[in-house]
Protein backbone atom coordinates (compact mmCIF):
# COMPACT_ATOMS: atom_id res chain seq x y z
CA UNK A 1 0.00 0.00 0.00
CA UNK A 2 1.26 3.34 -1.04
CA UNK A 3 1.51 6.22 1.61
CA UNK A 4 -1.20 8.26 -0.25
CA UNK A 5 -3.61 4.91 0.15
CA UNK A 6 -2.56 4.60 3.48
CA UNK A 7 -3.29 8.51 4.54
CA UNK A 8 -6.88 8.19 3.21
CA UNK A 9 -7.06 4.86 5.36
CA UNK A 10 -6.17 6.09 8.12
CA UNK A 11 -8.25 9.22 7.54
CA UNK A 12 -11.51 6.79 7.84
CA UNK A 13 -10.24 5.75 11.97
CA UNK A 14 -9.70 9.73 13.25
CA UNK A 15 -10.31 8.43 16.39
CA UNK A 16 -7.63 6.02 16.76
CA UNK A 17 -4.27 6.64 17.81
CA UNK A 18 -0.92 4.84 17.28
CA UNK A 19 2.46 4.28 18.73
CA UNK A 20 4.86 3.80 15.95
CA UNK A 21 4.99 0.05 16.69
CA UNK A 22 1.15 -0.11 16.45
CA UNK A 23 0.79 1.69 13.02
CA UNK A 24 3.43 -0.35 11.74
CA UNK A 25 1.42 -3.19 12.91
CA UNK A 26 -2.19 -1.97 11.54
CA UNK A 27 -0.99 -0.90 8.21
CA UNK A 28 0.25 -4.65 7.81
CA UNK A 29 -3.01 -6.45 7.88
CA UNK A 30 -4.50 -4.21 4.92
CA UNK A 31 -4.00 -6.25 1.68
CA UNK A 32 -4.64 -4.06 -1.26
CA UNK A 33 -7.14 -5.73 -4.26
CA UNK A 34 -7.98 -4.42 -7.90
CA UNK A 35 -11.75 -5.53 -9.71
CA UNK A 36 -12.39 -5.23 -12.93
CA UNK A 37 -15.71 -3.20 -14.24
CA UNK A 38 -18.36 -5.55 -13.92
CA UNK A 39 -16.74 -7.78 -11.10
CA UNK A 40 -18.67 -9.63 -8.55
CA UNK A 41 -16.22 -8.55 -5.33
CA UNK A 42 -18.74 -10.94 -3.05
CA UNK A 43 -21.32 -13.59 -4.83
CA UNK A 44 -24.39 -14.23 -2.95
CA UNK A 45 -24.50 -18.11 -1.55
CA UNK A 46 -20.64 -17.37 -0.95
CA UNK A 47 -19.63 -15.94 2.61
CA UNK A 48 -17.73 -12.46 2.39
CA UNK A 49 -14.07 -13.02 3.32
CA UNK A 50 -13.20 -8.74 4.17
CA UNK A 51 -14.03 -5.69 5.37
CA UNK A 52 -13.31 -3.57 2.40
CA UNK A 53 -12.01 0.53 2.38
CA UNK A 54 -12.09 1.67 -1.29
CA UNK A 55 -9.58 3.63 -2.74
CA UNK A 56 -10.71 4.14 -6.16
CA UNK A 57 -14.03 3.50 -8.15
CA UNK A 58 -17.74 2.92 -7.35
CA UNK A 59 -19.81 -0.68 -6.00
CA UNK A 60 -23.25 -1.53 -5.63
CA UNK A 61 -24.41 -3.63 -2.77
CA UNK A 62 -27.76 -5.45 -4.03
CA UNK A 63 -30.17 -8.70 -4.01
CA UNK A 64 -31.84 -10.08 -6.18
CA UNK A 65 -35.75 -10.30 -5.95
CA UNK A 66 -38.08 -13.28 -6.80
CA UNK A 67 -37.53 -12.38 -10.69
CA UNK A 68 -33.99 -12.53 -10.58
CA UNK A 69 -33.83 -8.78 -10.95
CA UNK A 70 -31.31 -6.67 -8.96
CA UNK A 71 -32.59 -4.30 -6.00
CA UNK A 72 -29.98 -1.95 -5.12
CA UNK A 73 -28.97 -1.19 -1.51
CA UNK A 74 -26.23 1.22 -1.21
CA UNK A 75 -23.42 2.05 -2.85
CA UNK A 76 -19.90 2.16 -1.99
CA UNK A 77 -16.71 4.70 -3.42
CA UNK A 78 -13.38 5.77 -2.73
CA UNK A 79 -13.05 7.12 1.17
CA UNK A 80 -15.77 4.77 2.29
CA UNK A 81 -16.28 1.18 3.69
CA UNK A 82 -17.68 -1.44 1.67
CA UNK A 83 -17.88 -4.98 1.67
CA UNK A 84 -20.90 -7.63 2.63
CA UNK A 85 -20.98 -6.67 6.62
CA UNK A 86 -23.29 -9.26 8.06
CA UNK A 87 -22.16 -12.09 6.32
CA UNK A 88 -18.50 -11.00 7.15
CA UNK A 89 -19.10 -10.33 10.57
CA UNK A 90 -21.79 -13.57 10.98
CA UNK A 91 -19.67 -15.88 8.65
CA UNK A 92 -22.82 -16.75 6.76
CA UNK A 93 -23.52 -16.80 3.39
CA UNK A 94 -24.36 -13.52 1.54
CA UNK A 95 -27.42 -12.78 0.17
CA UNK A 96 -26.57 -9.81 -1.48
CA UNK A 97 -24.13 -8.89 -4.28
CA UNK A 98 -21.12 -6.42 -3.92
CA UNK A 99 -20.69 -5.57 -8.14
CA UNK A 100 -17.75 -3.20 -9.29
CA UNK A 101 -19.50 -0.65 -11.22
CA UNK A 102 -16.34 1.01 -11.93
CA UNK A 103 -12.92 -0.50 -12.07
CA UNK A 104 -11.93 -0.49 -8.09
CA UNK A 105 -9.06 -0.49 -5.82
CA UNK A 106 -9.64 -1.53 -2.32
CA UNK A 107 -8.24 -2.21 0.64
CA UNK A 108 -9.15 -5.41 2.72
CA UNK A 109 -8.82 -6.98 6.09
CA UNK A 110 -10.05 -10.37 7.10
CA UNK A 111 -12.45 -11.18 9.84
CA UNK A 112 -9.28 -12.52 12.57
CA UNK A 113 -7.43 -9.38 11.90
CA UNK A 114 -10.28 -7.08 12.24
CA UNK A 115 -11.44 -8.78 15.54
CA UNK A 116 -8.07 -8.57 16.66
CA UNK A 117 -7.78 -4.79 16.21
CA UNK A 118 -10.39 -4.09 18.80
CA UNK A 119 -8.46 -6.36 21.07
CA UNK A 120 -5.27 -4.93 20.23
CA UNK A 121 -6.35 -0.99 20.06
CA UNK A 122 -9.10 0.02 22.59
CA UNK A 123 -9.25 3.00 20.87
CA UNK A 124 -11.40 1.00 17.83
CA UNK A 125 -14.19 0.46 19.92
CA UNK A 126 -14.58 4.45 19.96
CA UNK A 127 -14.69 4.12 16.26
CA UNK A 128 -17.07 0.98 16.05
CA UNK A 129 -19.57 3.48 17.95
CA UNK A 130 -19.73 6.27 15.45
CA UNK A 131 -19.06 4.15 12.93
CA UNK A 132 -22.12 1.59 13.68
CA UNK A 133 -23.98 4.95 14.73
CA UNK A 134 -23.51 6.57 11.19
CA UNK A 135 -24.47 3.35 9.66
CA UNK A 136 -27.46 2.95 11.45
CA UNK A 137 -28.80 6.93 11.06
CA UNK A 138 -27.84 6.50 7.54
CA UNK A 139 -30.40 3.16 7.42
CA UNK A 140 -33.07 5.26 9.28
CA UNK A 141 -32.87 8.35 7.30
CA UNK A 142 -33.08 6.19 4.06
CA UNK A 143 -35.87 4.04 4.97
CA UNK A 144 -37.47 7.67 5.89
CA UNK A 145 -37.04 8.93 2.53
CA UNK A 146 -38.39 5.83 0.94
CA UNK A 147 -41.58 6.04 2.88
CA UNK A 148 -42.32 9.48 3.18
CA UNK A 149 -41.39 11.07 -0.18
CA UNK A 150 -42.45 11.00 -3.73
CA UNK A 151 -39.89 9.73 -6.53
CA UNK A 152 -39.29 13.62 -6.98
CA UNK A 153 -38.41 14.58 -3.48
CA UNK A 154 -36.62 11.43 -3.30
CA UNK A 155 -34.42 11.76 -6.67
CA UNK A 156 -34.11 15.74 -5.28
CA UNK A 157 -32.81 14.35 -2.59
CA UNK A 158 -30.81 11.89 -2.97
CA UNK A 159 -29.30 13.75 -6.27
CA UNK A 160 -27.84 16.60 -3.26
CA UNK A 161 -25.93 14.46 -0.75
CA UNK A 162 -24.56 11.86 -3.52
CA UNK A 163 -20.62 11.98 -4.66
CA UNK A 164 -20.00 13.18 -8.06
CA UNK A 165 -18.74 9.86 -9.09
CA UNK A 166 -22.17 7.90 -8.31
CA UNK A 167 -23.89 10.25 -10.79
CA UNK A 168 -21.83 8.20 -13.48
CA UNK A 169 -22.84 5.07 -13.04
CA UNK A 170 -25.73 3.51 -15.08
CA UNK A 171 -29.11 4.93 -14.27
CA UNK A 172 -30.54 1.87 -13.97
CA UNK A 173 -29.24 1.61 -10.93
CA UNK A 174 -29.34 4.70 -9.22
CA UNK A 175 -33.05 4.18 -10.19
CA UNK A 176 -33.13 0.93 -8.52
CA UNK A 177 -32.01 2.35 -5.23
CA UNK A 178 -34.09 5.23 -5.10
CA UNK A 179 -37.23 2.49 -5.64
CA UNK A 180 -37.99 3.66 -8.96
CA UNK A 181 -37.87 3.03 -12.22
CA UNK A 182 -35.53 3.73 -14.98
CA UNK A 183 -38.29 5.18 -17.05
CA UNK A 184 -39.13 7.40 -14.38
CA UNK A 185 -35.50 8.33 -13.00
CA UNK A 186 -34.85 9.07 -16.57
CA UNK A 187 -37.72 11.78 -16.83
CA UNK A 188 -36.83 13.09 -13.61
CA UNK A 189 -33.07 13.77 -14.61
CA UNK A 190 -34.06 15.46 -17.63
CA UNK A 191 -36.66 17.51 -15.80
CA UNK A 192 -35.79 18.44 -12.02
CA UNK A 193 -33.55 21.15 -10.95
CA UNK A 194 -31.82 20.33 -7.91
CA UNK B 1 -46.92 -18.48 -20.77
CA UNK B 2 -44.66 -16.48 -18.73
CA UNK B 3 -41.78 -14.75 -19.96
CA UNK B 4 -38.71 -16.73 -17.78
CA UNK B 5 -35.69 -14.21 -17.54
CA UNK B 6 -32.51 -15.44 -17.18
CA UNK B 7 -29.93 -13.80 -14.87
CA UNK B 8 -26.42 -14.91 -14.71
CA UNK B 9 -26.27 -13.41 -11.30
CA UNK B 10 -29.67 -15.45 -10.32
CA UNK B 11 -27.27 -18.44 -11.59
CA UNK B 12 -24.51 -18.11 -9.77
CA UNK B 13 -25.90 -17.87 -6.23
CA UNK B 14 -27.95 -20.32 -6.99
CA UNK B 15 -24.59 -22.21 -8.30
CA UNK B 16 -22.90 -21.58 -4.60
CA UNK B 17 -25.91 -22.48 -2.72
CA UNK B 18 -25.46 -26.00 -4.24
CA UNK B 19 -21.62 -26.24 -4.01
CA UNK B 20 -21.89 -25.40 -0.60
CA UNK B 21 -24.54 -28.01 0.07
CA UNK B 22 -22.28 -30.37 -1.78
CA UNK B 23 -19.08 -29.26 0.31
CA UNK B 24 -21.28 -30.47 3.57
CA UNK B 25 -22.44 -33.68 2.48
CA UNK B 26 -18.42 -34.27 1.65
CA UNK B 27 -17.89 -34.50 5.27
CA UNK B 28 -20.77 -37.10 5.99
CA UNK B 29 -20.03 -40.98 6.63
CA UNK B 30 -19.19 -43.03 4.19
CA UNK B 31 -21.85 -44.95 4.55
CA UNK B 32 -24.66 -42.11 4.21
CA UNK B 33 -22.62 -41.10 1.47
CA UNK B 34 -23.34 -45.16 -0.45
CA UNK B 35 -26.19 -46.23 1.24
CA UNK B 36 -28.45 -46.39 -1.91
CA UNK B 37 -32.54 -46.18 -0.32
CA UNK B 38 -33.17 -49.14 -2.50
CA UNK B 39 -31.31 -51.05 -4.65
CA UNK B 40 -32.27 -50.02 -8.16
CA UNK B 41 -31.98 -46.43 -7.03
CA UNK B 42 -28.96 -44.43 -6.53
CA UNK B 43 -26.85 -43.36 -3.65
CA UNK B 44 -25.62 -40.02 -2.75
CA UNK B 45 -22.26 -40.41 -4.51
CA UNK B 46 -23.81 -41.76 -7.47
CA UNK B 47 -25.99 -38.75 -7.86
CA UNK B 48 -22.91 -36.35 -6.94
CA UNK B 49 -20.75 -38.06 -9.98
CA UNK B 50 -24.10 -38.04 -12.09
CA UNK B 51 -23.70 -34.72 -12.05
CA UNK B 52 -20.48 -34.41 -13.07
CA UNK B 53 -21.19 -36.64 -15.95
CA UNK B 54 -23.96 -34.82 -16.63
CA UNK B 55 -21.92 -30.88 -16.84
CA UNK B 56 -19.40 -33.03 -18.45
CA UNK B 57 -21.33 -33.80 -22.17
CA UNK B 58 -21.51 -29.71 -22.08
CA UNK B 59 -17.73 -28.15 -20.93
CA UNK B 60 -15.97 -28.21 -23.70
CA UNK B 61 -19.38 -26.42 -26.10
CA UNK B 62 -19.34 -23.97 -23.53
CA UNK B 63 -16.31 -23.09 -23.65
CA UNK B 64 -16.16 -23.05 -27.24
CA UNK B 65 -19.47 -20.94 -27.50
CA UNK B 66 -17.94 -18.29 -24.96
CA UNK B 67 -14.49 -17.97 -26.88
CA UNK B 68 -16.76 -17.66 -30.15
CA UNK B 69 -19.07 -15.13 -28.46
CA UNK B 70 -18.90 -11.56 -29.18
CA UNK B 71 -18.36 -9.04 -25.82
CA UNK B 72 -21.12 -7.40 -24.44
CA UNK B 73 -21.95 -5.32 -21.58
CA UNK B 74 -23.71 -6.90 -18.52
CA UNK B 75 -26.77 -4.32 -19.08
CA UNK B 76 -27.74 -4.79 -22.57
CA UNK B 77 -27.09 -8.76 -21.91
CA UNK B 78 -30.39 -10.03 -20.72
CA UNK B 79 -31.71 -13.61 -22.40
CA UNK B 80 -35.07 -15.09 -21.95
CA UNK B 81 -35.95 -19.05 -22.15
CA UNK B 82 -37.42 -19.79 -25.77
CA UNK B 83 -40.69 -21.43 -25.39
CA UNK B 84 -39.46 -25.37 -26.28
CA UNK B 85 -36.52 -24.63 -24.10
CA UNK B 86 -38.67 -22.78 -21.23
CA UNK B 87 -40.28 -26.64 -21.38
CA UNK B 88 -37.52 -28.11 -21.18
CA UNK B 89 -36.14 -26.19 -18.23
CA UNK B 90 -39.14 -26.23 -16.27
CA UNK B 91 -39.40 -29.99 -16.92
CA UNK B 92 -36.34 -30.30 -14.15
CA UNK B 93 -36.73 -27.42 -12.23
CA UNK B 94 -37.85 -29.02 -8.48
CA UNK B 95 -41.68 -27.68 -7.11
CA UNK B 96 -40.44 -27.07 -3.46
CA UNK B 97 -39.40 -30.66 -2.03
CA UNK B 98 -41.05 -32.38 -5.09
CA UNK B 99 -39.64 -33.67 -8.35
CA UNK B 100 -41.44 -33.84 -11.27
CA UNK B 101 -41.86 -35.51 -14.27
CA UNK B 102 -39.67 -38.36 -13.69
CA UNK B 103 -37.72 -39.46 -15.91
CA UNK B 104 -35.35 -42.53 -17.16
CA UNK B 105 -31.61 -41.50 -17.29
CA UNK B 106 -30.38 -42.66 -20.35
CA UNK B 107 -27.02 -44.58 -20.53
CA UNK B 108 -24.20 -42.38 -20.81
CA UNK B 109 -25.26 -40.08 -17.73
CA UNK B 110 -25.14 -42.96 -15.54
CA UNK B 111 -22.50 -43.11 -13.04
CA UNK B 112 -20.26 -45.88 -13.02
CA UNK B 113 -19.29 -46.40 -9.52
CA UNK B 114 -18.86 -49.75 -8.26
CA UNK B 115 -21.46 -50.44 -4.86
CA UNK B 116 -19.34 -52.18 -2.70
CA UNK B 117 -16.40 -51.21 -0.93
CA UNK B 118 -15.86 -47.82 -2.16
CA UNK B 119 -13.24 -46.38 -0.53
CA UNK B 120 -13.23 -42.48 1.46
CA UNK B 121 -10.43 -41.62 -0.99
CA UNK B 122 -12.61 -42.67 -4.11
CA UNK B 123 -15.36 -40.78 -2.59
CA UNK B 124 -12.56 -37.72 -2.42
CA UNK B 125 -12.18 -37.75 -5.70
CA UNK B 126 -15.72 -38.12 -7.08
CA UNK B 127 -16.47 -34.88 -5.03
CA UNK B 128 -13.30 -33.32 -6.18
CA UNK B 129 -14.50 -34.03 -9.80
CA UNK B 130 -17.76 -32.42 -9.38
CA UNK B 131 -16.00 -29.00 -7.36
CA UNK B 132 -13.80 -28.78 -10.28
CA UNK B 133 -16.23 -29.04 -12.76
CA UNK B 134 -18.75 -26.22 -11.22
CA UNK B 135 -15.89 -24.12 -10.65
CA UNK B 136 -15.92 -24.43 -14.52
CA UNK B 137 -19.30 -23.88 -14.87
CA UNK B 138 -19.51 -20.83 -12.83
CA UNK B 139 -16.69 -19.33 -14.59
CA UNK B 140 -18.27 -19.80 -17.49
CA UNK B 141 -21.38 -18.14 -16.01
CA UNK B 142 -19.34 -15.15 -14.70
CA UNK B 143 -17.73 -14.80 -18.23
CA UNK B 144 -21.10 -15.11 -20.21
CA UNK B 145 -22.29 -11.88 -17.93
CA UNK B 146 -19.90 -9.78 -20.75
CA UNK B 147 -20.47 -12.15 -23.99
CA UNK B 148 -23.00 -11.77 -26.43
CA UNK B 149 -25.12 -14.41 -25.75
CA UNK B 150 -27.69 -14.47 -28.37
CA UNK B 151 -25.19 -16.09 -31.21
CA UNK B 152 -24.79 -18.92 -30.95
CA UNK B 153 -26.73 -22.38 -30.26
CA UNK B 154 -25.32 -25.89 -28.91
CA UNK B 155 -27.11 -28.81 -29.27
CA UNK B 156 -28.17 -30.57 -25.94
CA UNK B 157 -26.49 -33.81 -24.41
CA UNK B 158 -30.25 -35.24 -24.66
CA UNK B 159 -29.79 -34.41 -28.86
CA UNK B 160 -30.75 -32.55 -31.33
CA UNK B 161 -34.23 -32.47 -30.32
CA UNK B 162 -32.74 -30.09 -27.79
CA UNK B 163 -30.85 -26.48 -28.79
CA UNK B 164 -29.67 -23.99 -26.41
CA UNK B 165 -28.21 -20.72 -26.06
CA UNK B 166 -25.85 -20.43 -22.99
CA UNK B 167 -27.95 -18.95 -20.40
CA UNK B 168 -30.89 -21.49 -21.14
CA UNK B 169 -28.45 -24.13 -21.13
CA UNK B 170 -27.34 -23.05 -17.70
CA UNK B 171 -30.21 -22.48 -16.15
CA UNK B 172 -31.37 -26.38 -17.48
CA UNK B 173 -27.92 -28.08 -15.74
CA UNK B 174 -28.56 -25.63 -12.40
CA UNK B 175 -32.66 -26.80 -12.38
CA UNK B 176 -31.33 -30.41 -13.16
CA UNK B 177 -28.85 -30.32 -10.06
CA UNK B 178 -31.54 -28.44 -8.14
CA UNK B 179 -33.69 -31.13 -8.86
CA UNK B 180 -30.92 -33.62 -7.87
CA UNK B 181 -30.43 -31.86 -4.21
CA UNK B 182 -33.55 -32.80 -3.56
CA UNK B 183 -33.49 -36.23 -4.59
CA UNK B 184 -30.52 -36.28 -2.00
CA UNK B 185 -32.21 -34.51 0.93
CA UNK B 186 -34.83 -37.27 -0.08
CA UNK B 187 -32.51 -39.84 0.66
CA UNK B 188 -30.96 -38.16 3.77
CA UNK B 189 -34.67 -38.15 5.19
CA UNK B 190 -35.30 -41.87 4.94
CA UNK B 191 -31.71 -42.70 7.13
CA UNK B 192 -32.83 -40.53 9.40
Redesign the interface.
Given at each position: MDDQAYGLLKSFFPQVRFTAEQESRFRGVWTEKCFDR?A?IT????TERYFYFVLEGVQALYI?ND????VVLGFSYAGSPSGVFDSFVSRQ?SST?LEALKPSRMLAINLGDYLALFELFPDFHAWGHLFFRNVLFGRLSREVELLTLSAEERYVAFMQRCPKELKAI?Q?YLASYLNMKPETFSRLRSSVRY | MATLVLHPENQIQRLNVLVNKVENLQAMHPHILTTPPSPKAWSIVEIIAHLSISYGHYRDKVERTLAQSPTATPESNVVSARLWQKFVIEGQRPKGNRRRWKMKTLKKFEPLLPRENLSRQKLDEVFATFKTLHEHLKQSILASRQRDMSRIKITSAIGPIVNFYLPECFEFLLCHAERHMVQIQEILDSQS
Open positions: YLEAGNLRGEKAFPK | -
